[in-house]
């Protein structure tokens, strides 16, 4: 009898509250464990202008070139790419990369890293290294 393989799982943590768990690599949206609310976890690719209060997953936010995201904050895991524009505060447990004609303007970006080609404008505090304060696993 064959074994059967075991979905490739991948570690993600909760953006509200901090938590961390596994889901599969498919999964588009989860319940978080500990908070028990409901998380984007798939990669968001912003193309066009994109109004909102908060982008929040926990994958991946890439913005094109012609991309262009007006929004409070921005919340993610995997962190964030830039081609185009961000008017946000930024807070990414991974790195933020910004391209060449970027330009990023907000409150405060706390990352990892910070990748930043020549030609893109930061307006607004920097904060790198940033880690986000780890859950202790108790529930609220």
């Known amino acids: 009898m064959a074994k059967a393989k075991a979905p490739a799982r991948r570690t993600i943590r909760c953006y509200l509250c901090g ?16 908070c028990n609310r409901a998380i984007k976890v798939e990669d968001v690719t912003v193309k066009t202008y994109l109004p909102v209060n908060d982008l929040q997953t926990c994958g991946k936010v ?7 995201v007006v929004a409070k904050r921005i919340q993610c895991g995997d962190g964030v ?3 185009g524009t961000i ?3 930024i807070e990414t447990d991974g790195d933020v990369s910004l391209g060449p004609k970027a330009l990023w303007k907000g409150q405060v970006l706390q990352s990892r890293s910070l990748q930043i080609a020549d030609g893109a404008k930061l307006l607004g505090l920097v904060t790198v290294p940033w880690h986000r304060p780890e859950s202790n696993g108790e529930k609220k």
């Open 19 to 34: 938590n961390r768990s596994e889901v599969s690599l498919r999964t588009m949206s989860t319940t978080c464990p500990k």
């Open 62 to 68: 890439t913005i094109t070139a012609k991309g262009r």
């Open 81 to 83: 790419v830039c081609e």
């Open 87 to 89: 008017e946000a505060a």
